[in-house]
């Protein structure tokens, strides 16, 4: 069950061309494609004819012919060609997917279409924000998007798997904030008087210990901004230190996997592009090892008796906001539906 009128990440800009690709939404397959002059498509990858794949026939021009009997659908989903045929029953259509392109992203609205409102679009802006140097990169995890919702959300474990990179003993002592607010989740914590974590220390140099922030925010169904700051120890002096946001979008693509979507855009040694390399590659390890955590956590889970849950400690306070924040608009959805 996923929320549907909400917007998702369906691809980076980058990944769609002139080739049909098939993929996986929210458990359903679709088959994307960019139309001539550039315009995205998402269409459902069943042919209305015999339910063969779309994705496996051809482009022709704007149009997806289906190479199992032939029949052409245009970027609507309205079939223009039955071989053989000259009426075309009006059933004979795929429903399309709006889609809007924003901040690198194309992003896809799986629920009622009439809903589909493109100001409701989550704020990826540090993307392509002027004076902020942004990376940005996909890949799957074997596991439900849920359970990388929560990770991010408990960012203590970063001391415990990320040892190499953003985690440091000093994060697990430190408590966090957290609260509802508008419709999101946030959860702070504020580490004082600290070392620098190795890729902190590796990207700036903060002359000793530092004061090193963490601001979570949440929204639904898989929104996760991370602003992380980090400054010489009680200067607040943000010109002399780190800042970053990671943005992370989670589009569910099966129930036990999931698209990871993500982009870095910092705002220090904006021009360094040997940095850029250096971070990127470092946040690619980094999600390395969340994807293995995450791959046997959800394998247990799948294989424990149904309905057995964990235990909550108080490191979880953002994770159940965010949980209970999902339940009630899952409600609400199916009462409209
Ligand atoms: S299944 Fe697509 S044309 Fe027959
Ligand atoms: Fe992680």
Redesign the pocket.
């Known amino acids: 069950m996923y929320l549907r009128n909400h917007w998702y990440v369906v691809a980076r800009t980058e990944e769609l061309g002139r080739e049909l690709m098939q993929r996986y939404l929210l458990n359903e397959p679709y088959v994307m494609y960019r139309t001539e002059d550039g315009r995205p498509v998402a269409l459902p990858d069943r042919?209305p004819?015999?339910?063969?794949a779309l994705s496996a026939g051809s482009l022709i021009g704007d149009n997806v012919r289906?190479d199992?009997?032939?029949?052409a659908f245009d970027p609507d989903g309205v079939c223009v060609d039955i071989p053989g045929q000259e009426k075309i029953p009006a059933q004979m259509c795929a429903k399309p997917v709006p889609l809007v392109e924003k901040h690198n992203m194309v992003w896809g609205w799986m629920g009622e279409p009439e809903k589909a409102d493109p100001a409701r679009i989550p704020d990826f802006h540090w993307m392509d924000k002027p004076g902020w140097t942004c990376s940005d990169d996909s890949r799957g995890f074997d596991c439900h998007y849920q359970l990388v919702v929560d990770n991010l959300l408990d960012l203590t474990h970063e001391t415990y798997v990320h040892t190499k990179t953003i985690g440091q003993a000093e994060l697990v002592e430190a408590p966090i904030e957290a609260r509802r607010e508008n419709g999101a989740v946030l959860v702070d914590r504020i580490v004082r008087d600290c070392a620098a974590p190795p890729l902190f220390s590796k990207v700036v140099d903060f002359g000793g210990n530092i004061d090193r922030y963490q601001f979570v925010r949440f929204e639904p169904p898989c929104y996760i901004w991370i602003d992380a700051r980090a400054v010489p120890t009680g200067t607040n002096d943000f010109d002399k230190g780190l800042q970053w946001v990671v943005m992370n979008a989670l589009t569910p693509e099966t129930d036990d996997t999931m698209h990871y979507f993500w982009g870095l855009s910092r705002h220090f040694a904006q021009d360094d592009e040997d940095m850029t390399r250096d971070i990127h590659e470092a946040l690619i390890r980094t999600f390395e090892e969340d994807s293995g955590v995450l791959k046997i956590q959800h394998e247990l889970i799948q294989s424990d008796a149904p309905g057995a849950m964990g235990n909550n400690i108080n490191a979880d306070r953002g994770i159940t906001l965010a949980h209970h924040l999902v339940d009630e608009l899952m409600a609400v959805e199916q009462a409209g539906a």
């Not at 004819?49 to 063969?52: F, I, L, S």
């Not at 199992?68 to 029949?71: I, K, Q, S």
């Open positions: 042919c004819h015999r339910r063969y289906c199992y009997h032939g029949l």
